[in-house]
Nanobody, 129 residues
Framework: QLQLVESGGGLVQPGGSLRLSCLASGLTLDAYTMAWFRQAPGREREGVSCIGSRDSSTKYADSVKGRFTISRDNAKNTVYLEMNSLKPEDTAVYFC??????????????????????WGQGTQVTVSS
């Protein structure tokens, strides 16, 4: 079964931290650019961060720059999202996704949904006091 499985979400107070993981099974990640998206109720899915296949390039949405860090461990077939200084507006379901086409870096259109072919089921992150 080909799937991405996210974990690590939960309820955290403002200013707190969480680390999300995205584990792939039945498919490999090492040759593909990966990304994290999020979707809050009533809003469109938003690209949060991207990491190139060789970990040499990363991109972040302005709303999370300086607070979130994306990383990957190709040997473990896993991508991570470290989230610090969390704010209530970070509350959303977070998804990881694998880019459809093999490639090295994070393209300018990394925040578009259609270039990704595999998606996880999502993990809920709630930031509230």
């Amino acid at each position: 079964q080909l799937q991405l499985v996210e974990s690590g979400g939960g309820l955290v107070q403002p200013g707190g931290s969480l680390r999300l993981s995205c584990l792939a099974s039945g498919l490999t990640l090492d040759a593909y650019t990966m990304a994290w998206f999020r979707q809050a109720p009533g809003r469109e899915r938003e690209g949060v961060s991207c990491i190139g296949s060789r970990d040499s390039s990363t991109k972040y949405a302005d709303s999370v720059k300086g607070r979130f860090t994306i990383s990957r461990d190709n040997a473990k077939n896993t991508v991570y999202l470290e989230m610090n200084s969390l704010k209530p507006e970070d509350t959303a379901v977070y998804f990881c996704a694998r880019r459809r086409v093999r490639g090295l870096g994070c393209p300018a259109d990394y925040q578009l949904v259609y270039p990704y072919d595999y998606w996880g089921q999502g993990t809920q992150v709630t930031v509230s006091s």
